[in-house]
């Protein structure tokens, strides 16, 4: 069956909740990625910041085959190697003394949420449980993290939300203090918003967010699903601040793309959960956390952080380049290998003239080119995007004169 067939069976059976390109992806390799007509593509999505460590990582590969091979699923109601190796590794990368496992972002930020209401109820004063989180921000698809994701557009048609969420601006301390009141319990944030259009706090957003939460007793979450796993040249997009969370959240590239979800948990909180509070049939299955203990290594022992960070501060001037050619870019930020652009038009249109160059890229918010390239990625490969980004934005200039 060819291509065409198959997309139009896709649009037959299954729901509509995605605006797809055109294109069937049946194989990849590091960063690329091939469709079904054997067209080759260099990958700059990355699985929206799933695939950190390339397309089919051999030593992800190898752990996968083993474990299936043992043990693809048990229930927790009994002990799991692999399990237990993720989360000391998890552990001892990070500020965290206990993790519990699940299989999406949206489920570890349910997790985390549920466990802030849950320790507010039995160990801070009077009735709290709100939670204050971003205009901007972006928390997952279920009714909770749906509700904490502060976006108006997210919320249509899904009234009546969940009761217990402030919104607030992001990167504006004087909204945080005037916000908080006698039923919060806990502030919400991603260290970047990806989804948001990937906005940078300013240095010391983060640690102000911390003395506040520290003076007030109250919790602060980091939602680390789309920045954590290196994604910003560090393993935890805080370690840049060396500001610590009492939660954190991870998901998408944990497991090196195979779906995996994580919540991890200072000892203090982690012991308002006892057994039935809160479960997750799938959560850290064997299949899945053998494939994480192979990602976290994988990154740690191959110099992806570093390469990250210096191929992302390359790529960084090269789009800065782009913009003081071009007027029709506003700004460039990010960090790492987590890029925007934020541009004066909409940027649908340039991702699908450069899909057809052979170039996988994302856009945010409308107008926000979005780069989340495998941590892999080599100054070669940026410079080829770049060479094809710079011809449609000419192509773009020339015919708006
Ligand atoms: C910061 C952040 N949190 C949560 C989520 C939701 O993750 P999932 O789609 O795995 O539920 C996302 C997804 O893009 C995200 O970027």
């Not at 590794?89 to 570890?108: K, P, T, Y």
């Not at 520290?214 to 997009?237: P, S």
């Amino acid at each position: 069956m060819d291509s065409q067939t198959w997309m139009m069976l896709s649009e037959k059976y299954i729901a509509h909740t995605y605006a797809r390109y055109p294109i069937l992806l049946v194989k990849g390799k590091g960063t690329r990625v091939w469709d079904m007509d054997g067209r080759e593509y260099l990958d700059f999505v990355s699985g929206l910041a799933v695939c950190n460590l390339g397309h089919c990582h051999p030593k992800v590969v190898k752990a996968i085959q083993d474990q299936a091979e043992r043990l693809i699923h048990v229930s927790n109601f009994y002990y799991i190697e692999p399990q237990i190796r993720l989360a000391s590794l998890l552990c001892e990368h990070s500020f965290a003394d206990q993790v519990f496992f699940c299989n999406s972002g949206a489920e570890a930020n349910e997790g985390a949420m549920k466990l802030a209401r849950k320790y507010a109820k039995e160990k801070m004063e009077g009735d709290r449980y709100e939670i204050i989180t971003m205009e901007r921000s972006f928390h997952g698809r279920t009714l909770a993290t749906l509700t904490a994701t502060a976006q108006e557009k997210f919320h249509k048609g899904y009234s009546p939300l969940m009761p217990g969420f402030k919104y607030i601006p992001f990167n504006d301390i004087g909204s945080v203090r005037k916000a908080i009141d006698s039923k919060t319990c806990a502030i919400m944030v991603e260290p970047i918003q990806g989804e948001g259009g990937v906005n940078c706090p300013s240095e010391g957003y983060l640690k102000a967010l911390r003395e506040i939460c520290d003076k007030k007793k109250i919790l602060l979450i980091f939602d680390e699903v789309q920045v954590g796993m290196g994604r910003t040249g560090k393993l935890f997009a805080y370690e840049h601040e060396a500001v610590e969370p009492d939660m954190l959240t991870l998901a998408k590239s944990l497991a090196g793309g195979v779906p995996i979800g994580a919540l991890l948990i200072k000892k203090e909180i982690a012991e308002s959960f006892e057994p039935g509070d809160h479960a997750s049939t799938f959560g850290g299955n064997p299949l899945a956390t053998a494939a994480g203990v192979a990602a976290l290594l994988a990154i740690l022992e191959e110099g992806m952080l570093e390469n990250c960070q210096q191929v992302g501060d390359y790529f960084f001037t090269r789009l800065e380049e782009i913009k003081r050619k071009f007027p029709l870019v506003q700004e460039v930020r990010g960090k790492g290998l987590i890029l925007g652009m934020e541009l004066k038009t909409e940027g649908g249109s340039i991702v699908k003239e450069m899909i057809t160059k052979g170039f996988l890229i994302n856009c945010t918010m409308g107008n926000v080119l979005r780069f989340l390239p495998p941590l892999i990625v080599t100054k070669e490969e940026v410079d080829q995007m770049i060479v094809a980004l710079e011809e449609v934005f000419s192509r773009i200039s020339n015919s708006s004169e």
